[in-house]
């Protein structure tokens, strides 16, 4: 059974169709990538897949499970946001532990040391004192990440999450979030518009085009056998 099943998704904001009808199956455990352009609806169908938005029509569901009137809060989802999304007034502690309380309703003792053996692993304790502006970008990333990871959820959602830092940080960053994805079992979806994450970090690769989905298959699979001239140009040899 798919850890993650959408079937017919269609989303439309006024005259704009963003989602054109999108299925897909990804397996638990699974790195997938979407991998699109700008405007080609990823962040739209993320912000489905974790409740934060309602589809017009067609379905989510998780281990077979449908999400339809599920609150994100109550989603086996977790979401990292492409603009880290961490709350400047509070510390690094607060942002992760915020939702772990209210959100999952755990005691603070509790959430805390979720807080602090995530940040250990990630090895980013010496920062759970530091409000965001006193941090870098990375180093905010990697907060926002290890709050998404905090919440031990099966599915991780990420937005982008690589945009916006320096070649080098990106190159490591890429590479730690693919082997931390692993080293929890979490099924990981990455939204990207850049063809080298998506081939570096993922074990299959959907490519979306204008709200529908061109091509779903292994980054050897899309690079040497590609379907359509969109995909071959993004991703593939020429063909
Ligand atoms: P991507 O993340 O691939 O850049 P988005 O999902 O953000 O794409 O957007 C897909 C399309 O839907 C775009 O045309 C965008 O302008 C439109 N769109 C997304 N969110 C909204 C919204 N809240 N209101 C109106 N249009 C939106
Ligand atoms: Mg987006």
Redesign the pocket.
Known sequence: MATVELSGIR????G????DGIDLSIGDGENFAIL????????????IIAGL?DQDSGSVSFGGVSQAGIPPHKRDAAIVF?HFALYPHLTALENITLGLRHGLGLPKKEASDRAHEIATRMQVESLLARKPKEMSGGQRQRIALARALARRSGIVLL??PLSGLDAQLHAVLRLEIASLLRAVGATGIN?T?DQLDAMAMADRIAV?NA?RIEQVGTPDELYARPATLFVASFVGSPP
């Open positions: 989303k439309s904001f006024g704009v169709t963003a989602l699109g352009p700008s405007g080609s609806g990823k962040s739209t169908l993320l912000r938005e492409q937005d982008e939204v518009h979306i709200g």
